[in-house]
């Protein structure tokens, strides 16, 4: 799936579909029409969607490379898989209920081109209403991380930034990023070996972002990059199940990192269950 121009090097673009055919297929459509100013190929990996997504993509875009698993690898195993079967210097990574309003390419691979020392450049996410939906982290500690969106403690603190990074009016360097709208080099992206497997959902964008750091690349906040996001849409009915894979995620991180700090550990891992099993209590009770 070529642009027009020959200005940039080629770009692979990547999408992992889950049960979101008509929103990833909306999103192809959005890249054909506005995405014309750098040579790209668009490649869809379906992690074993139940809701017809594949027969949807190929019927709507005959040409487009879909990857089909027949079952749900994970985000970063899927990306993995997508990188093996690409050929672009830059990956970009899009989720599947990002909104795509303009060709943000160009503002994206000219900052690499005047940072050689960058891996990562992340774009400025919106609500559908337009507000700011924040994306970047710091790296997670044991103190910082019940500040975290997902702890009750945030509401109590919501103005802090000792987590959650605030909305830059220029490109920052940032710890870490969610992968929803972030584009990456490829060599990057290989010398630090590409996401761990390990994480099956969520963290494994920050663990990348630690082991970019530790290779001496940076990771910037573009906030001119903007894409619209709807948000979780892969989990809508089953919300508690996306809590267990990131409170999952979360322990492997800090088990990963800081794995000889055992009695720290024990004390994450107990507020996590106890936090998990709060949250299915909630979800029951909503549900009758």
């Given at each position: 799936?070529?642009?027009?121009?020959?200005?940039?090097?080629?770009?692979?673009?990547?999408?992992?579909?889950?049960?979101?055919?008509?929103?990833?297929?909306?999103?192809?459509?959005?890249?054909?029409?506005?995405?014309?100013?750098?040579?790209?190929?668009?490649?869809?990996?379906?992690?074993?969607?139940?809701?017809?997504?594949?027969?949807?993509?190929?019927?709507?875009?005959?040409?487009?490379?879909?990857?089909?698993?027949?079952?749900?690898?994970?985000?970063?195993?899927?990306?993995?898989?997508?990188?093996?079967?690409?050929?672009?210097?830059?990956?970009?990574?899009?989720?599947?209920?990002?909104?795509?309003?303009?060709?943000?390419?160009?503002?994206?691979?000219?900052?690499?081109?005047?940072?050689?020392?960058?891996?990562?450049?992340?774009?400025?996410?919106?609500?559908?209403?337009?507000?700011?939906?924040?994306?970047?982290?710091?790296?997670?500690?044991?103190?910082?991380?019940f500040l975290s969106r997902q702890s009750p403690l945030s509401r109590l603190f919501p103005s802090t930034t000792s987590y959650t990074l605030p909305d830059y009016s220029v490109p920052t360097p940032v710890d870490a990023?969610?992968?929803?709208?972030?584009?990456?080099?490829?060599?990057?992206?290989?010398?630090?070996?590409?996401?761990?497997?390990?994480?099956?959902?969520?963290?494994?964008?920050?663990?990348?972002?630690?082991?970019?750091?530790?290779?001496?690349?940076?990771?910037?906040?573009?906030?001119?990059?903007?894409?619209?996001?709807?948000?979780?849409?892969?989990?809508?009915?089953?919300?508690?199940?996306?809590?267990?894979?990131?409170?999952?995620?979360?322990?492997?991180?800090?088990?990963?990192?800081?794995?000889?700090?055992?009695?720290?550990?024990?004390?994450?891992?107990?507020?996590?269950?106890?936090?998990?099993?709060?949250?299915?209590?909630?979800?029951?009770?909503?549900?009758?």
């Amino acid at each position: 799936m070529a642009g027009s121009s020959e200005s940039h090097p080629l770009l692979s673009i990547i999408i992992i579909n889950y049960n979101t055919g008509r929103l990833t297929a909306r999103l192809v459509e959005a890249i054909h029409r506005l995405v014309t100013s750098v040579r790209h190929e668009l490649i869809v990996v379906d992690n074993g969607s139940c809701d017809g997504s594949v027969r949807v993509l190929k019927r709507r875009f005959p040409l487009l490379t879909v990857i089909e698993s027949r079952k749900n690898l994970g985000f970063g195993k899927a990306v993995n898989l997508a990188v093996r079967r690409s050929s672009g210097e830059f990956l970009w990574l899009l989720n599947s209920d990002c909104l795509l309003n303009r060709d943000i390419v160009p503002v994206m691979l000219d900052y690499f081109g005047a940072n050689a020392d960058v891996a990562a450049v992340t774009g400025r996410l919106v609500s559908a209403d337009g507000s700011f939906q924040a994306s970047c982290r710091r790296f997670p500690n044991f103190s910082n991380v019940f500040l975290s969106r997902q702890s009750p403690l945030s509401r109590l603190f919501p103005s802090t930034t000792s987590y959650t990074l605030p909305d830059y009016s220029v490109p920052t360097p940032v710890d870490a990023c969610a992968c929803t709208n972030t584009m990456i080099r490829r060599s990057a992206f290989e010398a630090v070996g590409g996401f761990d497997e390990r994480f099956f959902m969520y963290c494994e964008d920050t663990d990348i972002c630690r082991r970019f750091g530790d290779h001496r690349w940076k990771v910037v906040y573009i906030p001119h990059a903007e894409v619209g996001h709807l948000w979780a849409r892969s989990w809508l009915g089953s919300q508690w199940l996306r809590h267990f894979y990131h409170y999952q995620s979360m322990s492997r991180y800090f088990r990963k990192h800081f794995e000889s700090d055992v009695f720290r550990l024990a004390i994450l891992d107990t507020i996590l269950v106890i936090g998990l099993g709060l949250k299915l209590v909630f979800s029951v009770a909503r549900a009758k």
